[in-house]
Nanobody, 114 residues
Framework: QVQLVESGGGLVLAGGSLRLSCAAS???????MGWYRQAPGKERELVAE???????NYVDSVKGRFTIDRDNAKNTVYLQMNSLKPEDTAVYYC?????????WGQGTLVTVSS
């Protein structure tokens, strides 16, 4: 079973940028990879997803600001986050999905201050 480790979270001012990385323990070639987030007191939500053939999907609130990308040779998925807003503050989780199996990373905290 693939294992996922996120990195790149931190504290940033509103309007700033962060790039999250998700490193997998083995090949992600066949997986749909995603980034989810969970803010305090809220449910976990999908932020962005990229299929094994490169198709992407974003939640409306991040369209035009966030970009998901994958490097299968490095077994890594990225989330470039620009024009960050305080409401983007959350723990961000990486996800790998293949048929009925979903694996989660441990999460990385992103805090956007105003």
């Amino acid at each position: 079973q693939v294992q996922l480790v996120e990195s790149g979270g931190g504290l940033v001012l509103a309007g700033g940028s962060l790039r999250l990385s998700c490193a997998a323990s083995r090949s992600i070639f066949s997986y749909t990879m995603g980034w989810y987030r969970q803010a305090p007191g809220k449910e976990r939500e999908l932020v962005a997803e990229i299929s094994n053939n490169g198709n992407t999907n974003y939640v409306d609130s991040v369209k035009g600001r966030f970009t998901i990308d994958r490097d299968n040779a490095k077994n890594t998925v990225y989330l470039q986050m620009n024009s960050l807003k305080p409401e983007d503050t959350a723990v961000y989780y990486c996800s790998a999905r293949f048929i009925g199996l979903r694996v989660w990373g441990q999460g990385t905290l992103v805090t956007v201050s105003s």
